[in-house]
Each structure stands twice: as C-alpha cells, then as structure tokens.
C-alpha cells in the first residue's frame, strides 16, 4: 500500500514558476514509476508527466516547460513547472504504479493522492 500526499499548489501569474511535491509512504518507493496528471474543470483528467528507471516523459503541451523529478531517499517525486500560462489551471495529481508499459495510461497506476490546485492568472 502506497499513501500520496501532494503539496506545492497555488496561485500564480501567467509566465511564473511553481513547484510541486509528492511524499509517498510505503516500501519500495524506488520501484514505482510516477507521474503527474491533472485536470482542468469541465475537462478529462490529462497525463503530464512521468519518470521511471531514470528516464522521464512529458506530455506535448508542458514539454521544456515543466521538469519532473524525484528523490528515492526522500520518498518523493516533483514537478517543476515554469512558463505557467492560464491554461495550466488544473488539479494536479500524483499517481504511483508498477507500470512496464506506456506512462500516460491513468489505469496502469494503483495509487493516487488527493490533488493540489494549480491557479495560473492572466
């Protein structure tokens, strides 16, 4: 069992930076591929970003924007986002799996923390 817990989220101006964090709890951290995922009101949840074994993979629309990485002895991965434009404004979720296939699938991963808002102004 994995527990996530994100944190990072707020309000920010079109061209700014955030960061945001996620702390897992449980054994094996290292072994999970994680991602980032969010959803914007009215719309699907969207794949943002992901980082297995070393290698990372972005989303088309945050690629050179955004920049996800973790921390194994920490027990957390991150998501640095710079360039924010308002149509980043989402809920930013974090998501853990054993995922040996493509990272972008919201159902190849098992655990999922509650969400941080994520609010770029114009």
């Known amino acids: 069992q994995v527990e996530l817990v994100e944190s990072g989220g707020g309000l920010v101006q079109a061209g700014g930076s955030l960061r945001l964090s996620c702390g897992a709890s449980g054994r094996a951290f290292s072994n999970y591929a994680m991602a980032w995922f969010r959803q914007a009101p009215g719309k699907e949840r969207e794949f943002v970003a992901a980082i297995r074994w070393g290698g990372t993979f972005y989303a088309d629309s945050v690629k050179g924007r955004f920049t996800i990485s973790r921390d194994n002895a920490k027990n957390t991965v991150y998501l640095q986002m710079n360039s924010l434009k308002p149509e980043d404004t989402a809920v930013y979720y974090c998501?853990?799996?054993?995922?040996?296939?493509?990272?972008?699938?919201?159902?190849?991963?098992?655990?999922w923390g509650q969400g941080t808002q994520v609010t770029v102004s114009s």
């Open positions: 998501a853990a799996g054993q995922v040996v296939g493509p990272l972008l699938r919201q159902r190849d991963y098992d655990y």
